[in-house]
């Protein structure tokens, strides 16, 4: 069974930028498709980024195109989030997920897609 931790949240100013990593068990995690996903109190857990087993292709929601870049690291079994440019409203829970795919360059933009999941990291953008 494939665990998932994420870490890098934390308090920053509006502008500022952290990195979130999402370190994965297991030999198989160059097998799995990954995205991030995010919650805010009274909504659904809505996607974030999403990038294919092969890293190949990649997906932005519209509010963080521009500002927010997906990367992964097979050797390193992790995937990133690096956050540029943090708004308010990007204030949320962040969650890893992951499923395995067995298609190299798709990717995959909603929760129900996805059957592992990490605990969730705290990101609070103040302004």
């Known amino acids: 069974q494939v665990r998932l931790v994420e870490s890098g949240g934390g308090l920053v100013q509006a502008g500022g930028s952290l990195r979130l990593s999402c370190a994965a068990s297991?030999?198989?995690?160059?097998?799995?498709?990954m995205g991030w996903f995010r919650r805010t109190p009274g909504k659904e857990r809505d996607v974030v980024a999403a990038i294919s087993r092969t890293g190949d292709n990649t997906y932005y929601a519209d509010s963080v195109k521009g500002r927010f870049t997906i990367a992964g690291d097979n050797a390193e079994s992790a995937v990133y989030l690096q956050m540029n440019g943090l708004k308010p409203e990007d204030t949320a829970v962040y969650y890893c997920?992951?499923?395995?795919?067995?298609?190299?360059?798709?990717?995959?933009?909603?929760?129900?897609?996805?059957?592992?999941w990490g605990q969730g990291t705290q990101v609070t953008v103040s302004s």
């Open positions: 997920a992951a499923r395995s795919s067995p298609f190299w360059s798709t990717f995959y933009v909603s929760s129900n897609d996805y059957n592992y």
């Open positions: 297991g030999r198989t995690f160059s097998s799995y498709a």
